[in-house]
């Protein structure tokens, strides 16, 4: 029996005393040939006196010895294809499939409007401040607006919680969805208007199916309620997804589904994230630290005699080389790529920092040890933490694991 088309095919003719036919013996071998390769069935003729071809295939294996095709320069893997080759194998469902999607378009249209936002008249402050009692940029609140709009319209999310807003907030049931998602639409908003690096980031979770509520715009919420909103608070280790979106000289979306970190580059001649970057680890250790020295007379001696470490530059005869953009995820992203620790401490103005745990610090704490990195609060990792509050500060180091346990021997 002859199986496949893969293997090619050897014919042999073998002649007997009978005669098939008036066709020589090569034409009957050749028709019959014809007929086999074609998939048809062989006509079988009633042999008659005389010399007779019997038409014999004999299979042959044939090792392919060519070298594997190489990848062409036209071929890219968007975004969207490389989320839908995961929910194929998996890692995630349908459902988170287009929350991620929904949180890449609103990116796209935050990146437009950063990069328009002096044309735009978008640059100042919108005069009002935010729960933290921080100015609010006028991108700040447009952001804001975007994301909450994309996440809405998805009809995925079940409730959203914003840097911006003061409580989270749960979607109407008619759009009604299964995650949480928690984010900052903005971040790094006070160089906006030097056009210096901002960007968003997020974090998933499943949702606390006994704390679901329906909230109409026009209910006000009760305490009961207010606590049963504050309780969808999820320790980083319950991440299902995190990320962030920087806008500089390209906007780079940055994600995790807990399979590695994969950095995908917005391609203005496309307008679709491409996939550049996969399964992104962080040095083990690095030369390059990100802290905002301006408070360091705040600082606890502990911290002071680190950072003073850091400066000397020893038997190498090099001391560690100081980078602060003033953005989180600016900051981030290169200590990503080269190594070293970023760190916002606490202080005698900010007794517990700055940065936000629920919404800043877990996502990036839970891409940085995708990435085989560290994120630590000076003394425990910060996945660990169980918010209390939806706007709960922590202090942040993050970065190489190396530099990261070195400064936590410092501060024990």
Same mark, same amino acid.
């Given at each position: 029996m002859i199986t496949g088309t893969a293997a090619p095919l050897k014919l042999r003719c073998i002649s007997s005393s009978h005669s098939l036919s008036s066709l020589t013996p090569f034409q009957q071998c050749n028709s019959q040939a014809k007929s086999l390769l074609s998939g048809s069935p062989t006509i079988k003729r009633k042999p008659s006196t005389g010399s007779a071809v019997r038409c014999m295939a004999v299979e042959t294996t044939v090792t392919n010895t060519a070298p594997p095709k190489k990848k062409s320069s036209y071929q890219i893997e968007t975004l969207t294809g490389w989320l839908l080759k995961q929910e194929i194998a998996g890692e995630i469902d349908a459902e988170l499939t287009i929350v991620l999607s929904s949180i890449s378009m609103a990116c796209k249209q935050i990146a437009s409007l950063v990069q328009r936002a002096s044309i735009s008249n978008l640059t100042g402050v919108q005069g009002a401040v935010n729960i933290q009692g921080e100015d609010q940029k006028k991108l700040d609140v447009v952001s804001n607006e975007v994301f909450s709009n994309c996440l809405r319209s998805s009809g995925r999310t079940g409730i959203i919680a914003s840097e911006e807003e003061d #409580?989270? #907030?749960?979607?109407?049931?008619?759009?009604?969805?299964?995650?949480?998602?928690?984010?900052?639409?903005?971040?790094?908003?006070?160089?906006?208007d030097a056009a210096v690096s901002t960007g968003s980031i997020f974090g998933i979770y499943h949702p606390n199916d006994e704390c679901l509520v329906n909230i109409d715009e026009d209910s006000t919420l009760d305490s009961e309620t207010q606590k049963c909103i504050v309780s969808v608070c999820q320790p980083g280790t319950n991440l299902l997804a995190a990320g962030y979106c920087m806008y500089s000289s390209s906007v780079i979306f940055v994600l995790s589904i807990g399979t590695g970190v994969y950095s995908f580059?917005?391609?203005?001649? $496309? +307008?679709?994230?491409?996939?550049?970057?996969e399964k992104i680890q962080i040095p083990k250790s690095g030369k390059i630290y990100s802290f905002n020295e301006g408070n360091y007379q705040m600082w606890d001696e502990k911290l002071k005699k680190y950072m003073d470490d850091l400066k000397d530059p020893g038997?190498?005869?090099?001391? $560690?080389?100081?980078?602060?953009? +003033?953005?989180? #995820?600016?900051?981030?992203?290169?200590?990503?790529? $080269?190594? +070293?620790? $970023?760190?916002y401490p606490r202080d005698a103005k900010s007794k517990n920092g700055k940065l936000r745990l629920l919404y800043e610090c877990a996502p990036m704490s839970y891409l940085v040890e995708q990435a085989g990195g560290k994120g630590s609060d000076g003394h425990s990792r910060v996945l660990d933490i169980v918010p209390t509050e939806i706007h709960q500060r922590v202090p942040l180091y993050i970065g190489s694991t190396e530099e990261v346990e070195k400064l936590e021997k410092y501060l024990a």
């Open positions: #409580v989270p #907030v749960a979607v109407e049931e008619s759009y009604s969805g299964n995650y949480i998602v928690v984010f900052d639409p903005l971040d790094g908003s006070s160089n906006i580059t917005l391609d203005p001649m $496309y +307008g679709e994230f491409v996939l550049t970057q038997p190498s005869g090099k001391p $560690y080389s100081a980078r602060y953009i +003033g953005s989180l #995820v600016g900051d981030f992203h290169r200590t990503l790529l $080269y190594g +070293g620790i $970023y760190g």
